[in-house]
């Protein structure tokens, strides 16, 4: 439990609670990705996802399904809470299966257990996380050695979610999509170009 005076590192439910100016967490960690997010992990080129039947299962308000839909691509989403876009009420931990791939930035504190399932569930994911998950001795025996990502493509900068636009200053986190391409190669870590 975070208390007042915390604030998700994050648009969309990723990273650590930190102490931010005094600011109030928002219900239900309501911090969504911004777009040149998204954009970024399509624009590298790392991942195909035409043809394939995406599910983003901690969609939010649609940031990563809006980014992916305006490029053409067939995505399903999916969360607990309701958004006001009617796919509300669906559990990331329940039905995952029949999808190729899994976008998405699911809340820090379900990380390890979304990727868990996201990784056993579909050949293709990207997440996008805090560079702090490649930390821990749990995460590294229960996750990176069994199923270790393809690509870690470093965001070129930081991210600030106070809004949509790519500031470089302040309130900035180090993000990065971690990817699993199905091909079983040794990861790779890719710098985001400007």
């Known amino acids: 439990m975070v208390e007042e005076g915390f604030v998700r590192s994050t648009k969309q439910h990723v990273g650590l609670a930190l102490p931010v100016n005094g600011s109030v967490r928002r ?21 195909d996802l035409r043809g394939k039947r995406i599910l983003e299962p901690c969609a939010g308000d649609g940031a990563i399904v809006d980014v992916l839909r305006g490029r053409g691509l067939n995505v ?17 931990k329940d039905g995952m299966t029949g999808f190729d791939a899994v ?4 809340p820090f504190n379900m990380m390890d257990s979304c990727l868990d399932r996201a990784t056993a569930a579909a050949p293709v994911v990207a997440v996008l996380g805090r560079t702090l998950l490649v930390e821990g001795k749990r995460r590294r025996k229960g996750l990176w050695e069994v199923r270790p ?14 809004d949509d636009s790519v500031s470089g200053k302040g ?5 990065a999509w971690f990817i ?10 890719i710098w985001g170009s400007e």
């Open 171 to 175: 309130g900035a986190f180090v993000l």
């Open 180 to 189: 699993w391409d199905g091909s079983g190669k040794p990861t790779q870590f």
């Open 149 to 162: 990502p393809s690509h870690i493509f470093q965001l070129p900068h930081r991210v600030d979610f106070s």
């Open 76 to 92: 399903t989403g999916r969360d607990l809470n309701d958004w006001g876009r009617g796919w509300g009420g669906h559990d990331f």
């Open 27 to 47: 219900p239900h960690d309501a911090y969504f990705t911004p777009r040149w997010c998204t954009e970024a992990l399509l624009d590298s080129g790392i991942l």
């Open 103 to 106: 976008v998405s930035n699911p």
